[in-house]
């Protein structure tokens, strides 16, 4: 019996020696998971991953990329589990105050205090602000998505257009810088091509992007969703202006029965030469000039401006850590590494939606890139954007008010009722 | 059986009991808790006793009594023209037809396809840029509007009829073929019309198996979520939101899973009362007969 429990206790004292033992010797390489969206910006990141593992040889990255409607369950879950799924994950502008609140994000300015030539000061104020909350910073931006005004240039510089136009309205025609000339460039274009081109690709789909773009239309009309003490003024006669605005755009200028599009149909419109003008994000640009592109043989015609009015709406996705990711060394080295001045360079050259100044100011991008233009153009429109809505409430007021809206355009309501309602059920969600 | 014979059936079926209160009773049971705590994904910390008042709440919750009416439409339409066309269908199809087996996969096979590529399927077949099915009616000067907010919940319907007819066909067409001939030999001897011994006969004799037909399509139809993520995600407007979509919306989005899990308890409360009263009717016709 003795024997027996001794020679136990023998096993188990070189079991445990043995566990012991291997812990230190071999530290196994780490393995960062990043969840992703299935977007360009992403194939961008998945360019420059060889050389991030070049250069930090015990840190291997892999990418889990999805559709956009997967990845806020995904992240959740992540955020819940007892140690997390994602040792990086980026995170959309509405989420960005929420997850803060939850406490799911760990704050990084003691990190980026660790990098004297980090510059966090580079990236572009109104984006850089978005991963700042309660004076702590929790994201550092990725790409930004503003949008911009995309229009056909070739039509604005066709000569019988301008012509007709110059004796129609008494003025040259050029992209607009208020609500009521881009209504009536809108209109003119339909009417003037005999109903062939559209004047306005328009995304009036319940939700998120009818938000999106008409938040553009609201700031042109000198409104806003809250006043500066965060009270609601979405209920005031410049909201209901530029939604009236905005619903005779739709009824007179837009392509018919598009209540529902999106941002893929609008692209699609405007790339089937269906189109003279859309809202939608600055860097569908390039996507459009590329002769390899959606837009074929009009590849090359299409120009970027700022919205009317000059304010844009500001989309922006930040890199963050969980706070229950594991190694929160190695994750914070990949994304210093990705959002470094010298790797941001690389990033955009490739393609990918600029955030720092001095990446839009550099001319070896310019060069290898979209041109000069683009990019001031793009650090114009980031200079003045504001995101659709702030808060740990953000996504849902998004989705009330868009809800809203989209009834208002569908004609269920009157401009003036829809926010009427929008305003009092943004109220109820902000308590006030 | 002798007891100790029982008692041993007993004893066999209580792993399937543990089981079942494992994966049916625990989640059940964890819906009711949550529904009446202030249960929010992004706040667990601050989760709190609240009674009935995320129940009140969806009283004076305009867009959930929106989601229930739109349900309730969507359900009563579908399961309506789904028995309708159903009936019609089984009607053809019982009697010798060549190649009948044939015939009949083929007309099954709209129920094998998983409902969201049906979705995403219609989404492209009535898109007015890419779709078919625009370009048809165009070239015969029709111009509509599938996903307006006129007829977005009726397109819905048609989606839900395409894939569940075969459903209704293949219950009604095995309740057909059970029923006795006699009745029918001696209703066209006497020299009732066709239509006479339909209405007469045929409703009657096969009403039992058309309730649980309906009961079992009613049930899914409830359930209609894939249709709404893949198409409309609910709109124009609030037109087709149903009550599984925004209580996906309110649990998975918002993450406010208290509030969630008192709607979902309220639809299981509609979907029961309509059971019972399903139930019910048939109990009265099988007395009557």
Known sequence: MFRRIAGFVMALGMLASWLLGCRPAAPSPVTLTIIMEQVPDTDVIRKLLPDFEKENPGIKVVIDAMPYDAMRDKILASFMAPRATYDVIIVDNPWMDEFVAGNFLEPLDDRIRGIPDYDFEDFVKPVRDIGVVGGKIYGIPFYNYALGLIVRQ?????????????????????????????????????????????????????????????KNWLYAAGGNLLDDQGKVILDRPEAVRALELYIEMYKTAAPPNSLNWGFDEALRSMAAGEAATMMSYNWMLPTLNNPQGPAGNLAG????????????????????????????????????????KRVEKQRVILGGAPVRVSAMKDPEVW?????????????????????????????????????????????????????????????????? | MGHRDRRLGRRMVLPLILLLLAVQGYPMAFAVYISAH?????????????????????LDNPSYWTAMKNTLVFV???????????????????RPVPAQNLFRAILLTPMFVTPIAV????????????????????SLGLEIDWFGPDLALFSLILIDV????????????????????????????????????????????????????ILIRMLDAFRVFEYVYAITRGGPGERTETILFHIYRVGFLYFRLGEAAAMAITLALVIFVLVVLLFRSLRRQEALT
């Open chain 2, 38 to 58: 202030d249960y929010r994904l992004t706040a667990l910390s601050e989760v709190r006793w609240v009674g009935l008042e995320q129940y009140r709440g969806l």
């Open chain 1, 154 to 214: 070739d039509l604005f510089d066709d000569p019988a257009y301008r012509d007709a136009y110059q004796k129609k309205y008494g003025k040259p025609l050029a992209p607009p810088t208020t609500l009521e000339d881009y209504v009536r460039i809108a209109q003119f274009f339909k009417e003037q091509s005999g109903g062939k081109i559209y004047g306005a690709a328009m995304q009036p789909q319940r939700g998120y992007k009818v938000f999106e773009e008409w």
């Open chain 1, 367 to 432: 060069q290898k890139g979209f041109g000069q233009s683009y990019y001031e153009t793009v650090l114009k429109i980031l200079e003045d954007a504001e995101p659709l809505a702030r808060g740990p409430k953000a996504e849902e007021i998004i989705q009330v008010v868009g809800t809203e809206l989209n009834a208002a355009v569908a004609g269920e309501k009157t401009a003036e009722q829809a926010l009427k309602d929008a305003a009092a059920q943004v109220r109820r969600i902000l308590g006030q």
């Open chain 2, 162 to 213: 395409w894939q569940w007819t075969p459903l209704m066909v293949l219950l009604l067409l095995a309740g057909l073929e059970a029923l006795p001939v006699e009745p029918f030999e001696a209703a066209r001897v006497d020299g009732a019309s066709e239509l006479q011994i339909i209405r007469h006969l045929t409703i009657p004799l096969i009403r039992p198996v058309m309730l649980a037909a």
């Open chain 2, 76 to 94: 009563f339409g579908a399961v309506s023209l789904e028995l309708l066309l159903g009936f019609l269908v089984a009607y053809l199809l019982w």
């Open chain 1, 301 to 340: 015609k299409f120009a970027l401006y700022e919205v009317p009015g000059g304010k844009a709406v500001l989309g922006a996705w930040h890199w963050a850590i969980p706070r229950n990711a594991p190694n929160k060394d190695a994750s914070w080295r990949f994304i210093s590494w990705v959002t470094s």
């Open chain 2, 119 to 138: 979705g995403l399927m219609f989404r492209f077949l009535l898109n007015n840029q890419l779709g078919i099915i625009p370009v048809w009616l165009r």
